[in-house]
């Protein structure tokens, strides 16, 4: 009877104590999982497969760390925040306000990541797919008119350095940084160093490369259209053509659902823009950008417009007033829970910041 008991208290402890090795276990590896995705975040440099395993790498820490209000109070989380979109044109020699030096641009990137900004693309806004570290600020990084200073590719086949891209790449590679930014390119103007970023024999390969490295190629018409003045047939022919040739140069599958609106002249009617149809080839755009306006809503908020989304001209010191004015204003800066399947913010929000949706489709978490 009492070896009996002995056995059955050995077992009781022995299960007891198999079980709390297995959760000992289960946390170490949940921890491990949160230690690897940073690396996997800052390795995603170059390439397809390194994007893709830096995206992998943000899922395994939400797995391993479902948010609570606690864990976004810590991080002083706000998706309600404000979201700039920035706007390039040239990246060179300085010709007008519209050109920033490769040097400029340089410390552009370097103030933006010192100043826990995080890049993301225009689809990731408007896909309400927002994918940056905790305690991170999503930032868009938006290029203009194709010109050969945001890509070009030396003699030797080397990407310029001082290019838009060899900046942003080296930016990626370097850490605290994703290989995210936004081009919108033309297909049909004069100069011809508009189109596509000049060096006609590269085209294809700089899309491509954008594309597999984790930019966003999107539609800035094919010739710089005026879409308030233009006939409606010849703005319906331009967005879809320029959507279909830069699909099929990218290839794969790549489909084109953002634009930046020329000169910011919108159609009478946004429904032009969001979808249509060209002799039998049919397009949509889910988003499409403005040329002022500031910082743009939560994607979160009711105000926010997927078609008129505002943006800021990196001009001067346009950057740092931009800083200036979230240190200022805390409250309004979106700042990631580093969870893009919850959405997590203060109980009270700055009147700013507008109205919150009230359908999110995912859990809402409020301190
Ligand atoms: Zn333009």
């Known amino acids: 009877m009492l070896r009996f008991d002995k056995i059955v208290r050995f077992m009781v402890v022995a299960f007891i104590v198999g079980g ?27 390439g397809e497969s390194q994007a893709v395993s830096g995206r992998s790498g943000s899922a395994e820490t939400q797995k391993a760390a479902p948010m609570t209000a606690e864990g976004a109070k810590a991080i002083g989380a706000n998706e309600f925040g404000l979201i700039p979109v920035l706007e390039y044109h040239k990246i060179g020699t300085p010709e007008s306000q519209w050109t920033r030096t490769p040097e400029h641009f340089r410390e552009d990137i370097a103030l933006l990541k010192s100043a826990g900004f995080f890049p993301i693309n225009l689809g990731d806004l408007v896909d309400l797919s927002i994918d940056v570290p905790a305690g991170k600020s999503p930032i868009v990084i938006t290029f203009d008119d194709s010109s050969p200073g945001q890509y070009r590719i030396l003699e030797d086949g080397a990407v310029d350095p001082d290019s838009g891209f060899g900046i942003l790449q080296k930016a990626a590679e370097a850490g605290g940084w994703a290989p995210r930014a936004s081009f919108f390119v033309l297909l049909d103007v004069r100069p011809n160093d508009n189109v ?8 294809t390969e700089k899309l491509r490369s954008l594309v597999s490295s984790g930019y966003e190629v999107g539609s800035h018409t094919v010739t710089h259209l005026n879409l308030k003045k233009a006939a409606e047939a010849e703005a319906r022919k331009q967005l879809a053509v320029s959507k279909a040739t830069i699909e099929k140069y990218v290839g794969g599958g790549y489909k084109v659902r953002t634009m930046s609106v020329p000169f910011g002249e919108y159609p009478a009617d946004d429904a032009l823009l969001a979808s249509g149809e060209y002799e039998g080839m049919p397009y949509s755009y889910k988003g499409a950008v403005e040329v002022t306006g500031g910082s743009s809503l939560s994607p979160f908020t009711k105000g926010f417009q997927p078609l008129h989304i505002p943006r800021i001209q990196v001009t001067g010191s346009a950057l740092q007033d931009l800083i ?10 979106y700042v990631s829970d580093g969870d893009p399947a919850a959405v997590s913010a203060p109980a009270t929000l700055a009147k700013k910041l507008g109205t919150p949706l009230s359908e999110l489709g995912r859990p809402v978490i409020r301190y």
């Open 196 to 203: 596509l970023f000049g060096q006609p024999d590269r085209q």
């Open 324 to 333: 200036d004015m979230f240190s200022a204003n805390p409250e309004l800066r």
């Open 20 to 46: 709390v090795v297995g959760l000992v276990g289960g946390l170490v590896f949940g921890g491990g999982n949160t230690a690897a995705a940073p690396d996997a975040t800052v390795s995603a440099a170059a």
